[in-house]
């Protein structure tokens, strides 16, 4: 009985493995099967022990050929066998992976840092600044004429003293008395309901 591999029709004997190597640089797709078939779990070996059987080991594996295929041109059969350049590909997929693993880890400590931090620093800070424009305003509102007026003339229109007086024709000095008056009198009354509210 004999145990003679009976070959693919159409294919023949299987070269050696210069040849391959050479069918491989002239682009010859059969030699790309050949050369999986051969040196696949040499390629996968050297990606587990980089990162443990899994999904990343597959896909160096893979990545490995693709890019070999791809970059065929820069094989010289001449200069080396293909399986030491196969092995030179996978290195640099290995690591290419180490980095994007590396990049990857960083985003996801970042995004947690950031997620971490946000109950403490965002959230109070944008409860106080609603709290003290909710207080301000409802001040505003207690304000009489032309108090109230002359304020929202100052701080929503952005407008001088001088431009105030124009505005409503009050003297200058007024207008400036008025002013000064009416912050004091909010800033006292922000500082005594901005603590009762943050207490």
Known sequence: MTTDVVPRPGSGP???DAEVGRRFAAGDEQALAWAYERWAG???GMAVRAFGPGPDAEDVTQQT???AWA???SFRPDQGPLPAWLVGVCRHKIADTWV???RQRRAAEAVAAEARAAPE???PQIDAAVADRVLLLGELEQLGQ???GIIELAFFEDLTHAQIADRTGLPLG???SHIRRTLERLRNRLEVDGAALHA
């Open 14 to 16: 299987e070269p050696d």
């Open 71 to 73: 970059g065929r041109e």
């Open 121 to 123: 620093t965002r959230g």
């Open 174 to 176: 007024t207008v400036k």
């Open 146 to 148: 032309p108090q109230r």
């Open 42 to 44: 040499q390629v996968h």
């Open 100 to 102: 994007r693993r590396d």
């Open 65 to 67: 050929f693709v890019s």
